[in-house]
């Protein structure tokens, strides 16, 4: 079965770069979340996005911001990267056509994201 | 705002004996709740989850878990784990679209397992 696919897989970056993570979701979901978990860290949520409008939002910084696109992919910007977000970046994906239920989430391999 | 407490930082047990992982949470409303499992460096893999009926719950490579509402507890549970069972355990809350929104998980902080051979 097709999973959610994130690349890279790996990324370095130097301080104060800027870094663009991907995320695709399992084929016919329609909503996908943002996580980061930090070295030894519980994964914490960002941002969520249903049928490409915003809909959840937890712990982004403001440096960071998210789109998803119309083919439901997204993609995470982080600009004036700091050495504290090193972190793995989850994104899960869910199927939410019928709003009436909780949908599980499906988890990517994440993107290991170092700043040097 | 809902919450998820796992008392246990570090859990040792020896390979073939009982394990339970213990799992509070806050939530308001009804609360969907899951286990995850991650191996050093890897991602989440989902080990069971709770949305209604039935309290107690089983999962992938042996797990259950039983939802008490009266105690706000999840715990999971193994009756004999292997030594592939080391790993970093979570337990997550959910809520549901109530608010309008796709909510993201509340994770807590996880429980690091131990096997002794």
């Known amino acids: 079965a097709a999973g959610v696919i994130q690349s890279p897989r790996h990324l370095i970056k130097e301080k104060r770069e800027t870094a663009t993570l991907k995320c695709y979701p399992i084929?016919?979901?329609?909503?996908v979340y943002w996580y980061q978990q930090g070295p030894g860290q519980d994964p914490q949520f960002l941002i969520s996005?249903?049928?490409?409008?915003?809909?959840d939002k937890g712990s982004i910084p403001d440096r960071f911001s998210a789109q998803q696109f119309s083919d439901y992919h997204s993609e995470l910007n982080m600009s004036s990267l700091e050495l504290g977000d090193s972190a793995l970046y989850f994104c899960?994906?869910?199927?939410?056509?019928?709003?009436?239920?909780?949908?599980?989430?499906?988890f990517g391999p994440g993107t290991r994201l170092t700043v040097l | 705002a809902q919450s998820v407490t796992q008392p246990d930082i570090h859990i040792t047990v020896s390979e073939g004996a009982s394990l339970e992982l213990r799992c509070n949470y806050s939530?308001?409303?009804?609360?969907?709740l899951f286990w995850y499992v991650q191996s050093p460096g890897q991602g989440l893999q989902l080990l069971l989850k709770?949305?209604?009926?039935?309290?107690l719950v089983q999962g992938i490579k042996g797990f259950e878990a039983e939802f008490k509402r009266s105690q706000s507890s999840f715990n999971l549970r193994k009756p004999s784990v292997h030594w592939s069972d080391a790993a970093e355990y979570f337990c997550?809350?959910?809520?549901?679209?109530?608010?309008?929104?796709?909510?993201?998980?509340?994770f807590g902080k996880g429980t690091h397992l131990i096997i002794q051979p």
């Open positions: 084929p016919r979901h329609d909503t």
């Open positions: 997550a809350v959910g809520g549901d679209y109530s608010g309008g929104g796709a909510d993201g998980l509340t």
């Open positions: 939530y308001g409303a009804t609360p969907y």
């Open positions: 996005f249903y049928e490409k409008m915003q809909s």
């Open positions: 899960a994906s869910s199927a939410d056509s019928d709003r009436s239920l909780y949908n599980e989430q499906f």
């Open positions: 709770y949305f209604s009926g039935d309290t």
